[in-house]
């Protein structure tokens, strides 16, 4: 299957902090990808969309001054935490779709787990 | 919010299928049931999608009833390793669209 890389797969910092986290599809082109939030033992919630070569798509109540996505090329798109501060605490996941694809599955990465202490 | 219910938990014995049911009673005629399961502090991993025929692939066998308000995904022998959150997801094929996922069923696969 089609494989989506995040990367770091953890990461500890002090609050005020920024925090980039990337998302590569490594075997396939993604014009659209998906940012989720997953808190402890609750769903995964989903923050945004990300759109190659446009602005991201947030959903209600995500600050997109404080969640900057960036998805400058068709293989690569980036979540920075912005200030982070300890509730920014959480799994964040990402998604994508191959354009190339005729089907509807989204393959997910293996998710970053980030720590502010 | 999720257009899904399924049960919050369930156990089986290890090399016993496992049934995991999925109501979906208010699906429309162009959206497709989805399964995912995520194992803990993993990103989600697909595993079987169908439209209103019965699917079969590697890992397990989907069955959607001829109404398609419901649908059972089966793991015919299930090992220590399945055991996950599994997310039963219906969504429009519709390319951009995102998954609404919702609280899935936690399967305990015992030894």
């Known amino acids: 299957g089609a494989v989506v890389s995040q990367h770091p797969s953890w990461v500890i910092c002090k609050s005020g902090t920024s925090v980039k986290i990337e998302c590569r599809s490594l075997?396939?082109?993604?014009?659209?990808m998906f940012w989720y939030r997953q808190f402890p033992k609750q769903s995964l919630m989903l923050m945004a969309t990300?759109?190659?070569?446009?602005?991201?798509?947030?959903e209600q109540g995500v600050e997109k001054d404080k969640f900057l996505i960036n998805h400058a090329s068709l293989t690569l798109s980036t979540l920075t935490v912005t200030s982070a501060h300890p509730e920014d605490s959480s799994f964040y996941i990402c998604?994508?779709?191959?354009?190339?694809?005729?089907?509807?599955?989204?393959?997910f990465g293996e998710g970053s787990r980030l720590t502010v202490l | 919010d999720a257009k899904t219910t399924q049960p919050t938990s369930m156990d089986c014995a290890e090399g016993r299928a496992a049934n995991l049911p999925c109501n979906h009673s208010?699906?429309?005629?162009?959206?497709?049931v989805y399964w995912y399961r995520q194992i803990h502090s993993q990103g989600p991993q697909y595993i079987i999608h169908?439209?209103?025929n019965n699917e079969t692939n590697e890992m397990a066998s989907l069955i959607i009833t001829e109404d398609r308000k419901s649908s059972t995904l089966i793991l015919p022998h299930a090992t220590l390793r399945d055991t996950a959150v599994y997310y039963c997801?219906?969504?429009?094929?519709?390319?951009?669209?995102?998954?609404?996922f919702g609280p899935g069923t936690r399967l305990s696969v015992l030894p």
């Open positions: 990300s759109n190659e070569g446009s602005k991201a798509t947030y």
């Open positions: 169908g439209l209103k």
């Open positions: 998604s994508a779709r191959s354009d190339r694809r005729n089907t509807g599955e989204l393959f």
């Open positions: 208010t699906i429309s005629g162009n959206e497709y």
């Open positions: 997801i219906v969504r429009a094929d519709n390319y951009g669209q995102n998954f609404v």
């Open positions: 075997d396939f082109q993604a014009t659209t």
